[in-house]
């Protein structure tokens, strides 16, 4: 076994990573790995962490390895973002620890899952750590695209690029890692466009399958203006359903965390104020996450959709092309049906004008609104 085994469809990627973890000559002490989501940017990290790590160069086995991949090992530190930003101050703290030696291994890695979220101010006390090099240190900076990071930190990292890997790679995957059966690994692979993570969660949780078949099923729907708002409104709904499901749970041991380590009876009814306001600095930060959260599972049902009306344009072409949602056949019929090929380009880019509109802090519903007026079904409008 090795550490590169679910770094899958990145023959390339892994290539060059292997074999500056086996070759010091090969080695650069700044990386950046970009990828469109779900690609495996933050896995193809960790396991060039296990690999520098691994007396082995990346045996996927020993203790190295498997502390390195859970992010648990001493001399890996990986800031995964929750908020919207990562903040000067948390910049500062990193490059603070590059400048340590590492305590047990060759290596102290620091791995930024979202270095496309770094403030300017940031980024900027980043580059200091960047510039001047500790030689135990190595960053591993993960970004969708190079345009996402500016362009100071680019030109002082070696860069890497992951490509959206085959779905039957992705649907394997599942399989030997997840243990998931074969047919459902293949259904959650396609329709979650290779996304890896995003096919996981189909594959694993019945109720993100109803929730993406509900979403799917509104396209159907769209006649009159009236049809238009009602599916707006269930669009962000379903949304926000999904993002309640994950994060209640999850703020609400947070916040009991909290008290407890300050020494405060979470059962109290009133806190004191120092408790206070530690708590409501926790609640905001929740709050912003939840809306960043919010935000994704609405973008992730607007690729679904976009998906939709592409698999709808195949149809109607007859292309022996490979569809996304092949368990949708009455209703591509029915869109194929109904729209022109005109009309099926025009519902795709109203849908990207509205990935677009939210992406720029427009209030969802209504570009969710804007964009379902433009799916009506053209014969019932
Ligand atoms: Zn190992």
């Avoid at 680019?154 to 394997?172: I, K, M």
């Amino acid at each position: 076994m090795t550490v590169w085994r679910d770094v899958v469809g990145q023959d390339e990627t892994v290539a060059t990573l292997s074999a500056a973890a086996a070759d010091p000559a090969q080695m650069t002490h700044a990386w950046l790995l970009t990828g469109p989501p779900g690609s495996g940017r933050s896995t193809a990290a960790r396991a060039f962490a296990a690999a520098l790590l691994c007396p082995d160069h990346g045996c996927g086995d020993c203790h190295e390895c498997r502390t390195a991949k859970d992010g648990s090992h001493a001399d890996v530190t990986v800031v995964a973002t929750e908020g919207l930003s990562i903040q000067v101050k948390d910049a500062r703290e990193l490059a603070r620890v590059a400048q340590h030696r590492p305590s047990v291994g060759a290596w102290r890695i620091i791995i930024i899952e979202d270095a496309d979220r770094l403030t300017e101010r940031a980024a900027d006390a980043l580059l200091k750590a960047l510039e001047e090099p500790v030689p135990r240190t190595v960053w591993l900076l993960c970004a969708p695209s190079l345009e996402d990071v500016i362009v100071t930190i680019r030109s002082r990292s070696r860069h890497v690029r992951l490509r959206t890997p085959p779905a039957d790679a992705v649907a394997e995957l599942l399989v030997r890692r997840d243990d998931v059966d074969p047919a459902m690994a293949a259904y959650a692979a396609r329709a979650a466009q290779s996304h890896v993570g995003l096919a996981r969660r189909l594959a694993r949780d019945e109720g993100a399958r109803i929730r993406r078949r509900d979403t799917l099923q509104l396209a159907g729907r769209i006649g009159s203006l009236g049809d238009a708002m009602e599916a707006a409104a269930d669009l962000a709904s379903i949304a926000t359903e999904e993002s309640t499901a994950s994060s209640a749970e999850r703020d609400a041991a947070e916040k009991q965390r909290l008290l407890e380590q300050l020494g405060a009876d979470p059962a109290a009814r009133t806190q004191p104020p120092h408790i206070r306001s530690q708590v409501s600095a926790l609640e905001k930060e929740q709050k912003t996450r939840a809306t960043r959260f919010g935000r994704d599972v609405v973008d992730r049902s607007l690729v679904d959709l976009l998906s939709l009306y592409r698999d709808a344009l195949v149809v109607q072409a007859g292309t022996p092309v490979e569809l996304v949602n092949v368990d949708q056949t009455e209703l591509l019929a029915t869109l194929a049906r109904s729209f022109s090929a005109e009309q099926l380009l025009a519902c795709m880019t109203a849908i990207g004008t509205a990935r677009e509109r939210i992406e720029a802090n427009v209030p969802p519903l209504l570009a969710l609104e804007a964009m379902t007026i433009s799916l009506r079904l053209p014969q019932r409008r």
